[in-house]
Nanobody, 123 residues
Framework: QLQASGGGLVQAGGSLRLSCATS????????TGWFRQAPGKEREFVSA????????YYTDSVKGRFTISRDKAKNTVYLQMNRLELEDTAVYYC??????????????????WGQGTQVTVSS
């Protein structure tokens, strides 16, 4: 099961690091994405990383502030979030695509979704 963790309450300008991990199998060969959903809004793409780790993707609003990375030894994908803004408040979800599949901004590229973790940014 996919599990996102690392969320919490942070002041604007602060940082959090989200982790996406799974038990029982490796997902080192799977493209991985982060999405978020704020109250009353549709789910939106945040970031993604290819299964090799060589390609990364970001939505414009987080470019320069968020960094996605993959630690194959730990079977974990991270989302480092710096300079957090009030608008980043949402439930964050990680998702996997098919093995050796493409990564990108389109949610349809991902077919396994985990439970989310709440990120709340306060002023």
């Amino acid at each position: 099961q996919l599990q996102a963790s690392g969320g919490g309450l942070v002041q604007a300008g602060g940082s959090l690091r989200l982790s996406c991990a799974t038990s029982g199998r490796t997902f080192n060969n799977y493209p991985t994405g982060w999405f978020r959903q704020a109250p009353g809004k549709e789910r939106e793409f945040v970031s993604a990383i290819s299964w090799t780790g060589g390609s990364t993707y970001y939505t414009d609003s987080v470019k320069g502030r968020f960094t996605i990375s993959r630690d194959k030894a730990k079977n974990t994908v991270y989302l480092q979030m710096n300079r957090l803004e009030l608008e980043d408040t949402a439930v964050y979800y990680c998702a996997l695509g098919p093995r050796f599949g493409l990564a990108g901004t389109d949610p349809s590229l991902f077919d396994s979704w985990g439970q989310g973790t709440q990120v709340t940014v306060s002023s």
